[in-house]
């Protein structure tokens, strides 16, 4: 292409993305009803001294907004010298004879007008948001569709956690310690490259900033005089729910895209560990009542081996880590062995298959306390604290109990327990293949043997498996008859 050659504005284009300074600069917002105060919210949460124009206010939109920001009122219609001096202008009285009535009168006053839904009248259009602040993503679709940036925005929010506006924070307040020790822009770009992909970012998400300030401190020092940076591993214990991929949180969802080693057991359901990275390396230490892969003294030896040689592993591990699941055996070990560990929850089995399977665990007319207690320990069956377990008004919720399900409801019988108390099991709950089986404490044994239940289960038991018939949602097709 010749120099002097025009070039064609690309029409599919014609908004220029920009951010506004907006902190303690004038700004107008001319309507007084339910748009007019989301431009209102919108200014004032960036900090515009925001000027209201609308003969009479919707309180109940705005009596919000007043107990959080200052703006003024004025009721009446702006004038062309009222504009004078303003950042912009919105202009969204909810009608819209008014509103283009408005724009003509006050086109060409000074600032940029955007009338609400009217792209054809607007020198700027407001994008969806998402606010990490000081991290913000913004979405537009040039006026076509503000849906479609809605549901894209979000996705994102799916995408980027809230902690990296706590991330992009510390950055921030790091950038004049960085240069004063890199002066080179390409030392300090490479800097944070693996910064904000290493572990001193992992302590910052996980609200350890002081260690994070003081991890930077001493990476800076060995940058700075060029010594060898030893690698630094991390271990990440992760509840990855009952199976259901949906279940997982999103900092769960992160770790497991950053991890160069992912230990899991059977309880993990396969869609679960395909979300690590490609790259990971996968090791299945999955355990069945008396049939470990890896002994568990084994598993938490790995974990530190692993981690010493500079990995970031994560330990996935089917509900919550921290009940019943042994993660405080694992983290006890890496404290003593000084291995750097942080823990992400997960949806217990208990909740999760219960409300799968139609079961509040706790229900005003049933059930006001709820127990959560284990069938066997690592020697077999426990012997449970069984006055607290027969209290009325409550559910027992009972984890790794199919293999004493005889022994346990004959407990439940022998100590006072109505033989007619309803009782569930779930089985592979939250999941395609979930299987529920409802009888009482008399019968349920033997409907859990005729069914050949393989587990993992959840024994519900209470009054309020009695409320599955009218509440159950999920695929009551796959039900096992009572």
């Known amino acids: 292409m010749a120099q002097d050659e025009p070039i064609e504005p690309d029409a ?24 007019a105060a989301r431009r209102v919210e919108t200014l004032a949460r960036a900090g515009a001294k925001v000027t209201v124009y609308a003969p009479k206010l919707d309180e109940e939109e705005f009596a919000p907004l007043r107990a959080r920001f200052d703006f003024t009122h004025a009721a009446r219609e702006p004038t062309r010298a009222d504009l004078a001096g303003a950042l912009l202008c919105y202009v969204a009285t909810g009608d819209d004879a008014a509103d283009e009535r408005l724009y003509g009168a006050l086109k060409g006053a000074g600032p940029p007008l955007s009338v609400a839904d009217r792209p054809d009248l607007s020198a700027f259009i407001s994008p969806s948001i998402l606010d990490r602040s000081p991290l913000v993503v913004a979405v537009s679709t040039g006026g076509a569709s503000p849906l479609l940036g809605r549901m894209l925005r979000a996705r994102l929010e799916t995408l980027i956690p809230a902690a990296y506006g706590r991330l992009a924070a510390f950055v921030g307040r790091s950038r004049a310690q960085v240069a004063a020790k890199l002066r080179s822009p390409l030392a300090r770009r490479r800097f944070w490259e693996r910064t904000l992909e290493g572990p001193i970012a992992e302590l910052v998400l996980a609200h350890n900033e002081p260690a994070a300030d003081a991890a930077l401190t001493e990476a800076l020092a060995r940058e700075a005089e060029g010594r060898e940076s030893t690698p630094l591993g991390e271990v990440y214990l992760v509840g990855a729910g009952p199976g259901d991929a949906d279940l997982l949180t999103f900092r769960a969802l992160r770790l497991l895209q950053k991890a160069d080693v992912v230990l899991y057991d059977r309880l993990v359901d396969p869609s679960i560990v395909d979300l690590a990275r490609r790259e990971a390396e996968r090791i299945y230490v999955g355990k069945r009542r008396n049939e470990h892969a890896a002994p568990q003294e084994e598993i938490s030896e790995m974990l530190v081996r692993l981690a010493r040689q500079g990995k970031r592993v994560l330990r996935l591990k089917g509900g919550d880590p921290f009940l019943f699941g042994r993660g405080g055996e694992e983290i006890e070990r890496l404290a003593e062995a000084g291995v750097p560990f942080q823990v992400c929850p997960g949806v217990t089995a208990a909740t999760a298959c219960a409300a799968y399977a139609g079961i509040p665990l706790t229900h005003r007319d049933h ?9 066997h320990d690592r020697d077999g069956p426990l012997e449970l604290d069984w006055e607290t377990l027969l209290r009325p008004n409550q559910t027992v919720a009972v984890y790794m109990g199919l293999a004493h399900i005889e022994d346990l409801t004959a407990a439940f019988i022998a100590r006072g327990a109505d033989p007619a108390l309803p009782v569930a099991i779930i089985d592979n709950g939250a999941r395609a293949k979930q299987r529920v089986i409802v009888g009482v404490l008399a019968d349920i044994a033997q409907k859990a043997r005729a069914a050949a239940l393989r587990g993992p289960t959840i024994i519900i038991v209470g009054t309020v498996v009695s409320l599955r018939g009218k509440l159950n949602w999920f695929a009551p097709e796959r039900d096992d008859p009572a």
Do not use: D, K
């Open 12 to 35: 599919a284009t014609p908004y220029l993305p920009l951010f506004l300074r907006a902190t303690g600069e004038p700004a107008c917002v001319v309507g007084g009803g339910v748009v």
């Open 367 to 375: 059930a006001q306390a709820c127990v959560f207690v284990t069938g």
